[in-house]
């Protein structure tokens, strides 16, 4: 590429690579990638105005240029699998310009032959979209926590199976869990501990993700310091995002309940609403209809 070819916002040209190495990446995947990306989005999402007519759905290469910040002949190249090396920089305006998704966004490092971005620390924040979604589920408990198993928030539902949380200092789900005593009935329930192993293994995943997060790295050390139990759990080496599963509790007020315990990933915080879904027409959806009335919003 002479310089002619390059405009203020263009990288510099990239050292040569040995075909073959890993580096170079998958230049046919890289432009197929960008092409199938490119038709996905229109003008309208990408803010843009549309003029003239278009043989084909998507954004033309010249406006993805545009949004990226770079020469349209340096994206033209790209496209073709030919050109040089991008840089992480250009990568990650490419990204931005075809409004990838973070998994997209992984993959279009790593079929260019770069490592992905590592991911933002966690979130703790909850915005006011999630606290409009739990309070708009009066007969479904659900609450939300974050990558370290503390309790964000709740609706008033939830406080029939997680208490009342207003004045509590420690909130974390994990530390609540193994308090119980190696000896306690609790630990021969088969479901209980499918569920405690099941929240280990996500906590590793968050361990994995959030590399060096203060908050999980503080709640690991202090767990297998304090809970043999966990301790044997960690090191099992058990790794599985959280999912939905089947749960049956015996409750206090309600009685026998069973309800599938549904898991939404909250994109780009760590978060995870966990909300227990009784099925239509079922004794647990009436018995939480009956709590709900129970319950007085404070």
């Known amino acids: 590429m002479n310089r002619a070819e390059l405009t203020a916002g263009d990288p510099a040209p990239a050292p040569r690579r040995r075909a073959g190495s890993p580096a170079a990446g998958d230049r046919a995947g890289l432009a197929a990638f960008l092409r199938a990306r490119r038709a996905r989005v229109s003008p309208r999402d990408a803010g843009l105005a549309e003029t003239g007519r278009r043989r084909t759905p998507g954004l033309r290469r010249q406006e993805v240029a545009q949004l990226a910040g770079m020469s349209v002949d340096?994206?033209?190249?790209?496209?073709?699998?030919?050109?040089?090396?991008?840089s992480r920089q250009v990568l990650a305006a490419l990204a931005r310009a075809l409004m990838l998704t973070a998994d997209e966004r992984d993959y279009l490092f790593r079929v260019a032959g770069e490592a992905p971005p590592q991911p933002a620390r966690p979130s703790r924040d909850i915005t006011p979209g999630i606290r409009h979604l739990?309070?708009?589920?009066?007969?479904?408990?659900?609450?939300?926590?974050?990558?370290?198993?503390?309790?964000?928030?709740?609706n008033q539902l939830a406080t029939h199976f997680i208490g009342d949380l207003a004045g509590h200092g420690d909130r974390n789900m994990i530390?609540?869990?193994?308090?119980?005593?190696?000896?306690?009935?609790?630990?021969?329930d088969e479901q209980f501990v499918g569920f405690t192993k099941a929240t280990v293994a996500d906590l590793r995943a968050g361990y994995a993700r959030y590399p060096r997060d203060p908050e999980i790295e503080r709640l690991v050390t202090e767990m297998l310091a304090l809970s043999p139990r966990f301790a044997e759990m960690w090191a099992a080496h058990e790794v599985e995002v959280r999912g939905p599963m089947l749960k049956r509790i015996n409750h206090p007020q309600a009685g026998l309940l069973e309800f599938e315990c549904q898991v939404l990933h909250i994109a780009e915080t760590g978060q995870r609403l966990i909300a227990y879904c009784a099925a239509p027409g079922s004794a647990t959806e009436q018995a939480f209809i009956g709590l709900a009335a129970q319950t007085v919003p404070g």
Do not use: C, K
């Open 74 to 86: 340096y994206y033209i190249r790209l496209e073709q699998g030919r050109g040089p090396h991008p």
């Open 134 to 154: 739990l309070d708009s589920m009066p007969t479904t408990p659900a609450y939300v926590v974050d990558a370290a198993y503390n309790i964000l928030a709740w």
């Open 175 to 188: 530390r609540w869990t193994f308090r119980w005593s190696p000896g306690d009935p609790m630990w021969t």
